[in-house]
């Protein structure tokens, strides 16, 4: 037998927008995603579902000189539960720091966990003003506990660098 197939595709509202790059601005802001799958394949008919409702409202502050503080918080009604995340960080010309927690409660444990999340990343990016390529370089960590029905909380560690660099 052949499972069905997916695709996913999303709409999103941007209920008051006051444009996030530029500093100083806030926002906020509605999305909702759906997915498009093939629940009988004799008929080859397409069901489209909604997945989630998600809600957001942000902000970019200035701080200092060239230095922003960036704040985020995330709500979200989705197929299997409910979600809901902030994060938030600062960011100068050659260094940036963030840390972000996300609580998500499943209706479905026996299948999907409901898990917690909380992650740090430090990043320190080379001159920007100098001719030739730029790079940037972060290292990133998070620690993301997962509970099912009728099962122990589990932890997982997770620990990486990732290293970008622009030709351009």
Do not use: C
Not at 74 to 88: P, Y
Not at 147 to 154: A, D, G, N, P
Request: net charge neutral; proline share 2%.
């Amino acid at each position: 037998s052949v499972g069905p197939a997916e695709s996913h595709f999303s709409t999103a509202n941007r209920l008051v927008y006051l444009d996030p790059n530029h500093i100083g601005k806030f926002y906020v802001g509605a999305s909702q995603d759906f997915r498009v799958q093939i629940d009988d394949f004799q008929e080859q008919n397409l069901v489209i579902k909604k997945v989630a409702d998600n809600f957001n409202i942000g902000a970019e502050i200035k701080v200092h000189e060239g230095t922003v503080l960036n704040l985020e918080a995330q709500k979200s009604n989705l197929d299997w539960g409910h979600s809901f995340g902030v994060k938030g960080g600062i960011t100068s010309e050659k260094l940036k720091g963030e840390i972000s927690y996300k609580k998500s409660d499943s209706k479905y444990e026996t299948f999907v966990p409901s898990s917690t999340t909380l992650e740090a990343t430090v990043g320190y990016q080379g001159d920007t003003s100098s001719k030739g390529p730029k790079w940037r370089m972060d290292i990133y960590g998070a620690q993301t506990s997962n509970r099912y029905q009728h099962s122990e909380k589990t932890n997982t560690y997770n620990v990486g660098i990732k290293f970008t660099i622009h030709g351009w």
